[in-house]
């Protein structure tokens, strides 16, 4: 079944075509001035300059046509030649009926699915994750959901940064902390010891400390360069602590994305395609996309007409080594070969848009992908108080596991504030507060337009009023209650009547949904599921208020409002689901 908006724009683009006016004319859109009427078609204006009369004209010879053809439907021309539409009550409830009776209320699903590879979460090995990790992280969860609710094949890779200097700096910082491990002598010829000499809290630690020397002692970075390249040359003493380095961070890696409820199907890193490169390299330079420069290896980029100069990208530095554009590149034939995707998206920060540019550019004179195969989805930043990029107190990067931590004792101190859980376990008032947690998290980070900075406020995040990811739940959370003691009671949903506005306006939400999901995978844009969710969990307050719903004593009514907040219910469970927030029984 169509949806209200659809089916009205149908009707409208009917009454145009009967003027000889094209169909498109009569797209309808949710009013702008809901006190006049729901919905409303700007079309005569666009027509007038067509069919040469004034739009008002235009108008009136649609209206006169939709009185002939949907009676019941009430029609107004305001101002120059709006279109103002009422629909009838029973348009409303044969849609909340069909509405109820789908599991996916209403969403449909894409006519032509495609095979998408997600490209996010983008942690580098050793290194701390901080908050640009965690946008990757939030944004490529809730598109990955979305993308596949709207019927695609999605598949997710974390793309570990595993490749670069920093390796070189743990081999070397390792070495000097335990110089008779087997992995440093070059004679050894194995097997090398199965247990990972170190822990992550060793790499948290190695990282830093060989990095703060590099940066004083040039002597000491040349080192980690050193130890890099013969890692990447194959050296197998460091290969073997390579795979050591990545089993342990990938396994706590999992633990936090696991707590944040994100979900990836691959746990493929930079060095994973090393095997490629070497071919890579030779078929870039025997067909001249490559070429020699200054002792490098580089690919020009540049085009006519770009508003400012893009530099070369570097396929092979001057001293060898294949750099971070080379394994991108590297990583879009291993897709090709692999899951042959037909886009691939990839969630990283606005910070690396020239790197996408000559990636994608590099891959496109290749022939490795086609111009519209790779999308660079670009966030800004998440900034303190202060406007700045967010920091620590100290001044460092805020870490990812920090900032959880805080969100969560926040949501505990909330709840406890606001008299929620009080009843609840031990353990279930833990859970209820992760919810909470990760809902201030991801609500507040999905529901900015993602190109923009925005500021980190905790207590805003965590509070249960206002547009936020605690208050969704909590009103999700209501209606499974009103749920539960109808059930307790024996009370059965049944068939929709619109006896008030408000059902009305609950109706035109739940009908807005499939619309919304598609502008959000149009748009890349989660702000826009934040958006439906939010005036979802509105319209339904405003009903719950004027339409008492276990107090009503006709029955046929009662029934009718608890189809209403059950289909809301699975609406608002599903739109939050897509945005990675999980609804807890009670709080
Ligand atoms: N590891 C990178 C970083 O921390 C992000 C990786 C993004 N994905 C990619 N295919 N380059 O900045």
């Known amino acids: 079944m169509p949806s209200l908006l659809d089916a009205l724009s149908e009707q409208l683009g009917a009454a145009f075509t009967a003027q000889g006016l094209p169909a498109e004319l009569g797209s309808v859109i949710e009013s702008d001035r809901p006190d006049l009427a729901p919905y409303q078609c700007n079309g005569a204006m666009a027509a007038a300059k067509i069919a040469k009369k004034p739009p008002r004209a235009v108008a009136e010879a649609v209206a006169e046509h939709l009185k002939a053809q949907a009676p019941d439907m009430a029609v107004e021309i305001a101002g120059p030649g709006f279109l103002n539409l009422t629909p009838p009550a029973q348009a409303y409830e044969l849609r909340a009926d069909a509405l109820s009776k789908d599991d996916r209320t209403g969403a449909r699903q ?36 979305l993308l596949a609710f709207r019927g695609h094949k999605t598949i997710s890779d974390v793309h ?6 920093q390796m070189g700096h743990l081999i070397t ?65 460091y290969r073997a602590l390579l795979a050591h380095f990545i089993a342990v961070s990938i396994k706590a890696l999992k633990a936090d994305y696991e707590a944040l409820g994100v979900h990836f199907d ?33 690919v020009r980029v540049a085009e006519e007409g770009d508003n400012k100069e893009l530099a070369p990208l570097i396929l092979v530095s001057r001293t060898g080594a294949a750099l971070y554009a080379t394994t991108d590149l590297a990583t879009i034939l291993d897709r090709r070969n692999e899951q042959d995707p037909d886009l691939i998206l990839y969630v990283v920060d606005l910070a690396q848009s020239d790197h996408f540019e000559q990636v994608f550019r590099a891959a496109v004179k290749a022939g490795l992908a086609e111009p519209d195969g790779l999308e660079h989805v670009k966030f800004g930043t998440v900034n303190g108080a202060d406007g700045k990029r ?37 353990a279930e008032f833990k859970t209820v507060a992760r919810a909470v947690a990760n809902a201030a998290i991801k609500f507040s980070d999905l529901s900015n337009v993602r190109t923009t900075n925005y500021i980190f406020d905790l207590d805003r995040f965590v509070s249960f009023e206002g547009k ?32 008030d506005a408000a059902e009305a306006a609950l109706i035109r939400r739940l009908d807005g949904f499939d619309l919304a999901a598609a502008r959000a995978e149009a748009g890349r844009a989660p702000h826009i599921l934040c958006e439906h969710a939010y005036s979802l969990a509105q319209a339904f307050s405003s009903f719950y208020a004027a339409c008492p719903i276990l107090p009503e004593e006709d029955a046929a009514i009662r029934a009718s409002r608890l189809q209403l907040a059950a289909t809301t219910l699975r609406q608002l469970e599903l739109v939050l689901g897509l945005i990675g927030l999980d609804v807890p029984e009670r709080m």
């Open 468 to 499: 936020t990811g605690p208050y969704l739940l909590y009103q999700a959370v209501r209606i499974k209650s009103v749920m539960r003691k109808a059930a307790e009671k024996g009370l059965e949903p049944g068939p929709v009547q619109v006896t």
């Open 390 to 426: 967010l920091r620590t107190r100290a001044g460092g990067t805020f870490k990812l596991a920090d900032l959880i931590g805080q969100a969560y004792e926040r949501a505990e101190a909330r709840l406890n504030e606001a008299g929620l859980g009080a009843e609840l376990s031990m």
């Open 173 to 237: 910082e390792l070495e000097d902390e335990q110089p008779g491990l087997p992995y440093f002598d070059a004679g050894f010829t194995g097997p090398y010891p199965e247990n990972s000499p170190v822990t992550i809290d060793d790499l948290s630690r190695l990282y830093p400390q060989a990095s703060a020397k590099a940066k004083e002692d040039a002597e000491r970075n040349k080192r980690s360069q050193k130890a890099t390249a013969e890692l990447q040359a194959g050296r197998p003493g």
């Open 160 to 165: 570990l940064g595993d490749w670069g200097l």
């Open 266 to 298: 691959l746990w493929k890193g930079e060095s994973d395609v090393d095997g490629l490169i070497p071919g890579l390299v030779e078929d870039f330079k025997a067909r001249g996309v490559a070429e020699e420069s200054e002792g490098a290896w580089i």
């Open 110 to 145: 894409v006519a032509e699915p495609k095979t998408i590879l997600l490209d996010f979460g983008g942690p580098n090995v050793a290194k701390p994750m901080h908050v640009g990790h965690l946008r990757s992280a939030v944004i490529g969860d809730s598109l990955q959901r």
